[in-house]
Structure formats: structure tokens, C-alpha cells
């Protein structure tokens, strides 16, 4: 056999291990790591409102804070369930109604404040969706991690699908995006009902100046 071709052979044999370590590379690591787990009870401690209890992950977190198994074959079928997981903790509004007060919410969409350990448990806790998103056209400070929100109502349209989707979305965005950046606002009890029936208002209201 020429040296060429033993070379070829040699080389798809290294791939084809490689891709195989790869792939146990990636089931380990959704393993749990004893060393890890004392490192992160070792670094933190309970300061007011903020107990240990939030460095606990739950298996939405578990998932997303391992990217090469998220993005893995196997990783797939995972994100499908974690998904549905998610979808499935949302609750609709108890009183039916979905749209508040977009003045409410605009002021909601502008704090980040709450849930932190200098705060009380009484504190009101605010959406910060600044902080990601453009959405009153006339705000001048916004971040882009998130897509722009301007317009959103008036481009979407008001149908009950598109009021349901927006309600989902505030809800748990990890029921449409496994590892969103966006917070799980009502899983965590971050905002209330009231609160998202108001930032929905903010969004999807015609007389809110987002759709304006």
C-alpha cells in the first residue's frame, strides 16, 4: 500500500476518534462535579434576601451553563424537553385580561431595582427591560442585547396570537429559547401578574408611545 494512502487511512481514523472523544467530552460534562458544587457553597454566602438557595440550579440552568452539550446532537433532544418544561409553567392571566397600563409599565421597563441582597423582600422588583431592548423610540439610553422593541404592537398587529406569544415571552422566554438571555420574570417571581399585564400594555397598547 502506497505511504499516501496509509496516510489518508490514519488521518480519518484520527477524525473519527477525535469525534468520538468529543462527544464523550460532552456527555461528561453535563456530569455534576463534586469539586465545582464546594467551590460555588465555598464562594458565596446568604446576605439579607439573598439566600443560597439561588446558586442552586435547577435543570433549565444545568443545561445552558453547558454550552458544548447544548449544542451537541444530544443536546438537542434535551433543549426540546427543556422547552416544553418551561412552556408548561406558564400561567395565563387569572382575571382573562392581558393588557394593563402602559404608563405602569413604561415605569417598570425603566427600573432595575429589586431582589438584590441590599434590598427588602417588600421592595418592588423592576423589569430593567431597558437594559436589553430599544423600546420607546424617544428613550435615548438602551441596550441591544435584545432585539429592538420599538414599534411592537403597531408592526405585530393585536391579534390573540400575537397578545398570547408577547404574554408567553415575558412570562419564561426559555419556553421558546432554552438558553435565552432574558429573565424567567414570573418563574422567579421577579414580576408579578399585574406588573406584566402592565409592561404588556407597554408593548401592545395603540396609545402607548412605542406604537406610536
Not at 85 to 91: F, L, P, T, Y
Not at 128 to 143: A, L, R, T, V
Not at 169 to 174: C, V
Amino acid at each position: 500500500m502506497k505511504n499516501t494512502n496509509i496516510k489518508k487511512l490514519l488521518t480519518i481514523a484520527g477524525f473519527i476518534v477525535a469525534s468520538s472523544l468529543l462527544q464523550n467530552v460532552a456527555v461528561a460534562q453535563q456530569k455534576n462535579d463534586p469539586r465545582f458544587n464546594k467551590m460555588m457553597t465555598d464562594s458565596f454566602r446568604a446576605e439579607g434576601i439573598a439566600g443560597l438557595d439561588r446558586i442552586q440550579q435547577d435543570e433549565t440552568q444545568k443545561f445552558c451553563s453547558d454550552p458544548v452539550f447544548a449544542n451537541s446532537k444530544q443536546g438537542e433532544k434535551m433543549r426540546d424537553k427543556i422547552q416544553k418544561i418551561n412552556m408548561a409553567s406558564i400561567k395565563q392571566p387569572s382575571d382573562g385580561k392581558y393588557i394593563g397600563d402602559w404608563k405602569k409599565g413604561e415605569a417598570i421597563a425603566q427600573s432595575g431595582r429589586g431582589a438584590t441582597w441590599t434590598d427588602k423582600a417588600d421592595t418592588v422588583v423592576g423589569g430593567g427591560c431597558y437594559n436589553c431592548h430599544q423600546i420607546d423610540p424617544k428613550e435615548i439610553s438602551y441596550g441591544n442585547i435584545g432585539p429592538s422593541l420599538t414599534g411592537y404592537g403597531k408592526l405585530r398587529g393585536y391579534s390573540q396570537e400575537v397578545v398570547t406569544y408577547t404574554w408567553n415571552r415575558i412570562n419564561n422566554s426559555k419556553a421558546y429559547n432554552a438558553c435565552s438571555n432574558m429573565p424567567r420574570f414570573a418563574h422567579f417571581k421577579l414580576l408579578n401578574e399585574q406588573q406584566i399585564q402592565d409592561v404588556m400594555a407597554l408593548l401592545l397598547d395603540p396609545a402607548s408611545p412605542v406604537n406610536q
